[in-house]
T-cell receptor
Framework: DAGVIQSPRHEVTEMGQEVTLRCKPI?????LFWYRQTMMRGLELLIY????????DSGMPEDRFSAKMPNASFSTLKIQPSEPRDSAVYFC?????????????FGQGTRLTVV | AQSVAQPEDQVNVAEGNPLTVKCTYS??????LFWYVQYPNRGLQFLLK??????LVKGSYGFEAEFNKSQTSFHLKKPSALVSDSALYFC????????????FGKGTRLHILP
């Protein structure tokens, strides 16, 4: 397996524009996580899915953020409208569902810059 | 609510010396604990995990970690540091049969001085 695949690797957009980040988890993994990494706040859990169903979205900062997982092999994180304070590295991770003892595997991240 | 604390933002160690990166946690229930490493412009890579059993777990690149239930700690260690160990290290916790989410500490930057 090629691992968790995220696209794009880098995104530069203007304030107010819609941004969509994409993630393909490892095949067979039941859990998918979206994290945001900034210098100030470290690695924050935004939302996670189990078997394509959102379980906890309490980390989503505002209604401008939304995430979907239409099938087991694809998820999106959308920001609309984007703001400069959304600039960060966004990571997607996936893990197996055989209990919580399994580690998560991370993608390379998407570096988002909102100007 | 579960949480992870990494009390040191940065740790400096001379090459060849032993290193320790500290982690403490707070959970309701039995924790599963993980260490990850992040190199510049890369995603997080899994190093090792504690599930149950022996309190000393061994992982990749010669790293090991010691689980201490009474002190709610899971410190990362290595007997002899290499310059190539310089990176950002994250501790994480997951609680079985709760909400299964994985919570990370803020990270500790490890500098190995040649």
């Amino acid at each position: 397996d090629a691992g968790v695949i995220q696209s794009p690797r880098h995104e530069v957009t203007e304030m107010g524009q819609e941004v969509t980040l994409r993630c393909k988890p490892i095949s067979g993994h039941d859990y998918l996580f979206w994290y945001r990494q900034t210098m100030m706040r470290g690695l924050e859990l935004l939302i996670y899915f189990n078997n394509n169903v959102p379980i906890d979205d309490s980390g989503m900062p505002e209604d401008r953020f939304s995430a979907k997982m239409p099938n087991a092999s694809f998820s999106t994180l959308k920001i609309q409208p984007s703001e400069p304070r959304d600039s960060a590295v966004y990571f997607c991770a996936s893990s197996e569902g055989s209990g919580a003892a399994t580690e998560a595997f991370f993608g390379q991240g998407t570096r988002l810059t909102v100007v | 609510a579960q949480s992870v604390a990494q009390p040191e933002d940065q740790v400096n160690v001379a090459e060849g010396n032993p290193l320790t990166v500290k982690c403490t946690y707070s959970v309701s229930g039995n924790p599963y604990l993980f260490w990850y490493v992040q190199y510049p412009n890369r995603g997080l890579q899994f190093l090792l995990k504690y599930i149950t059993g022996d309190n000393l777990v061994k992982g990749s690149y010669g790293f090991e970690a010691e689980f201490n239930k009474s002190q709610t700690s899971f410190h990362l260690k290595k007997p002899s540091a290499l310059v190539s160990d310089s990176a950002l290290y994250f501790c994480a916790v997951r609680v079985y049969n709760r909400d299964d989410k994985i919570i990370f500490g803020k990270g500790t930057r490890l500098h190995i001085l040649p």
